[in-house]
T-cell receptor, first 111, second 113 residues
């Protein structure tokens, strides 16, 4: 699975959009981009995933660049409860392997 | 619908002891994975159980073993505990190995003294 690079930390004002970048320049054609988050003292929570098209669900939007070498997770109206560590993970199309978590981005929502 | 449940929530052991952690998957899920999360680090994959067999394994020694029961629940066993085994142990479940979409429990915090 391709390696990902994320900034270690980011701040965002409450009510604003939080844009979390992820670089995965070695991603291959059948690999998916997944995002999880982990709120303090809880297990990771699945947010969203995509292959090449942009995706949106009730939690967030995922924008994948045309060359698929990077992506951005967007939380449209961040709240204090969105403060968490966000992990970007690339997974092969065959799936079923253990997830490889890096250190993620610690997103802090400021009141 | 209960999510993934783990027990106990906290545990204190001494070096050399053995420990068993338990996990009940989300209803309808048949695959269970275990992860170890050291303080300040992301979770590290230990192994995955599907159809009562270990299907995938991460870079962990044989001291770490597991089991999956016919009702899909699972146990993680760690023998000869080391101080470095102190961590949060997370269980995740999915359906049919689930690709990348896993549901995690809140974990068991293990402290080895």
């Amino acid at each position: 699975d391709a390696k990902t690079t994320q900034p270690p930390s980011m701040d965002c004002a409450e009510g604003r959009a939080a844009n979390l970048p992820c670089n995965h320049s070695t991603i291959s054609g059948n690999e998916y981009v997944y995002w999880y988050r982990q709120i303090h003292s809880q297990g990771p929570q699945y947010i969203i995933h995509g292959l090449k098209n942009n995706e949106t669900n009730e939690m967030a939007s995922l924008i994948i660049t045309e060359d698929r070498k990077s992506s951005t997770l967007i939380l449209p109206h961040a709240t204090l409860r969105d403060t968490a560590v966000y992990y970007c993970i690339v997974i092969g199309g065959g799936g079923a392997d253990g997830l490889t978590f890096g250190k993620g981005t610690h997103l802090i929502i400021q009141p | 619908d209960a999510g993934v449940t783990q027990s106990p929530t906290h545990l204190i052991k001494t070096r050399g002891q053995q420990v068993t952690l338990r996990c009940s998957p989300k209803s309808g899920h048949d695959t269970v994975s275990w992860y170890q999360q050291a303080l300040g680090q992301g979770p590290q994959f230990i192994f995955q159980y599907y159809e009562e067999e270990e299907r995938q394994r991460g870079n962990f020694p044989d001291r770490f073993s597991g089991h999956q029961f016919p009702n899909y629940s699972s146990e993680l066993n760690v023998n000869a505990l080391l101080l470095g085994d102190s961590a949060l142990y997370l269980c995740a479940s999915s359906w049919d190995r689930g690709h990348g979409k896993l549901f995690f429990g809140s974990g068991t915090q293990l402290s080895v003294l």
